[in-house]
């Protein structure tokens, strides 16, 4: 049976609301996104309580202005946004 990939929208607070820093990726777990986000250069706290983490998002749910255009597929596994580690 294959595994199925779902789509994550991760979000990490900065000190103020217009620093937060917003990741895209579609992996096969939470675990394997993280895994993926790390393996991309982006260093996540250890204490991930403090991330909003939105699972099985969605392109309509995304901001259609910025996020959508500069966004990679969704789809398949790897860090859509920002682009980088897609198709891993």
């Not at 595994?3 to 979000?11: G, H, M, Q």
Request: proline share 6%; aromatic share 12%; glycine share 10%.
């Amino acid at each position: 049976m294959a595994e199925i990939l779902t789509a994550y929208w991760i979000v990490e607070p900065g000190k103020f609301a217009l620093f937060s820093r917003s990741y895209g990726v579609t992996a096969f777990s939470l675990e394997d996104a993280f895994r993926i986000m790390e393996e991309a250069g982006y260093g996540l706290p250890e204490d991930r309580s403090c991330l909003s983490i939105v699972e099985g998002v969605k392109i309509s749910d995304l901001d259609q202005k910025h996020v959508v255009p500069n966004s990679g597929p969704i789809v398949v596994r790897g860090m859509w946004f920002p682009i980088s580690k897609v198709g891993v």
